[in-house]
């Protein structure tokens, strides 16, 4: 699709990396699910040569995410932390990183096990206080790596106060797109170097692909991750890419009515006497409020809340009662998922790190999805009969 500044996000998603095939006029992309591509003679091709390298399904995709995120390179990886792995990889021991203190157990997991003993040096810190950030700098550090709003605690940081930071001294800002989307937010808009996104969530949004993607408007940062993809292979299949390519035309519908019902169940959790704090931007008194209010588009299906007493027993009840919620982990799928952190997104991350940042026993996330919000409130009240009595 040409640029065009002036197209709304929802005709972007419809055709976003899409032409009809030249072949046959098929008005979807095919699925070319071959390895390798016929030469006429030696370095004589159509484009393709090998389906680690390139691929026509894949690269319609990469196309889509980068339009969508307002970049100009998108790469689509077998899943969101081979994604992070090859952002990681581009460093060289003793660099230094400095990274949200909450984020997906999963990127910290990887962060703490795999890459520390290879000698990256990590500083976690509130990414929701710039002056924190700046006071971690240094000459070593090489890359700002956040998430906004955060996974699970719904925090938010003002990605333009980070990049003001960043840009001036050639350090890279990465920011984990995941929960917002780019329906909701575009960091790169914001001043950021790098998007990631785990695909398997909102961007495919069926629970049925698992991906992930890196978009940058960088060509110096593209041409380093390529490399670095094509050397080690992390790469999306076809099919996948083709059901992700399916599941972007209705994304921004998708999105639509997912905040539709995260606002409803947000208000119905707050009023509810037994239910303690709950963590969701779009009430006026999170910490976040007005940063999340002028840098995203709305505030999401994803919310997270502490039952009152904060029992173990009573949360492990709760969350195996819902019958409309899916006691699962993973997000941003059609279906509302429900899942309690400590004891399953979030299992790995250390239990002191945990119990400072505030995911108690008693903390549990929801990932709304698009049936109707007063099923959704039925079945969570349901839920929390069960678990009460």
């Known amino acids: 699709m040409k640029e065009n500044k002036k197209i709304g996000k929802g005709t972007r998603a419809v055709h976003a990396g899409v032409k009809p095939d030249p072949t046959t006029g098929a008005i979807m992309t095919p699925i070319f699910q071959t390895s390798t591509y016929v030469q006429e ?25 980068a339009e969508l995120e307002s970049g100009t390179h998108g790469l689509a990886f077998a899943s969101g932390l081979a994604a992070i792995d090859t952002v990681l990889k581009t460093l060289k021991p003793g660099d230094e ?11 910290a997991r990887l962060f703490r096990t795999n890459y520390e003993p290879m000698g990256l ?18 000459e070593h550090t090489k890359l700002v790596w956040l998430e906004s709003p955060t996974n699970p605690l719904m925090q938010i940081t003002d990605i333009a106060a980070i990049a003001s930071l960043t840009s001036p001294r050639g350090i890279l800002l990465a920011v984990d797109n995941t929960f917002a989307s780019p329906m909701l937010q575009r960091p790169l808009e914001h001043g950021a170097d790098i998007v990631m996104h785990s695909v398997t969530k909102y961007m495919g949004g069926h629970s049925d692909v698992v991906m992930g993607a890196l978009i940058t408007k960088n060509e110096e940062v593209d041409a380093s991750l390529r490399t670095i993809q094509n ?12 059901l992700v390519l399916r599941g972007l035309k209705t994304l921004h519908l998708r999105i639509e009515r997912h905040c539709i019902n995260g606002k409803k169940i947000a208000h119905w959790l707050k009023s509810n006497p037994h239910v303690g704090k709950v963590y969701w931007p779009g009430f006026e008194d999170h ?15 994803m919310i997270a809340f502490e039952l009152k007493g904060n029992n173990l027993e009573q949360a492990l009840k709760f969350v195996a009662s819902t019958e409309l919620f899916a006691l699962a982990e993973s997000l941003g799928g059609v279906e509302s998922l429900i899942e309690h952190p400590a004891a399953m997104t979030h299992a790995s991350v250390p239990a002191e790190i945990r119990e400072e940042l505030g995911i108690s026993d008693g903390f549990i996330r929801l990932s709304v999805g698009v049936e109707d919000a007063e099923d959704l409130i039925a079945d969570l009240d349901m839920a929390m009969h069960k678990s009460i009595n």
């Open 231 to 242: 050397n080690c292979g992390a790469i999306a299949q076809p099919f996948d890419s083709f």
């Open 97 to 107: 990183i400095i990274a949200g203190q909450d984020l997906y157990g999963g990127t």
């Open 41 to 65: 003679a030696v370095g004589v091709h159509k484009g393709w040569e090998y389906s680690r390298c390139h691929n026509p399904t894949r690269a319609a995709l990469e196309s889509a995410f």
């Open 121 to 138: 040096v990590f500083h976690f810190v509130d990414t929701q206080k710039p002056e924190l950030v700046e006071a971690a700098m240094n």
């Open 287 to 301: 910490p976040g409020h007005e940063i999340a209010a002028r840098q995203m588009d709305d505030f999401g299906g």
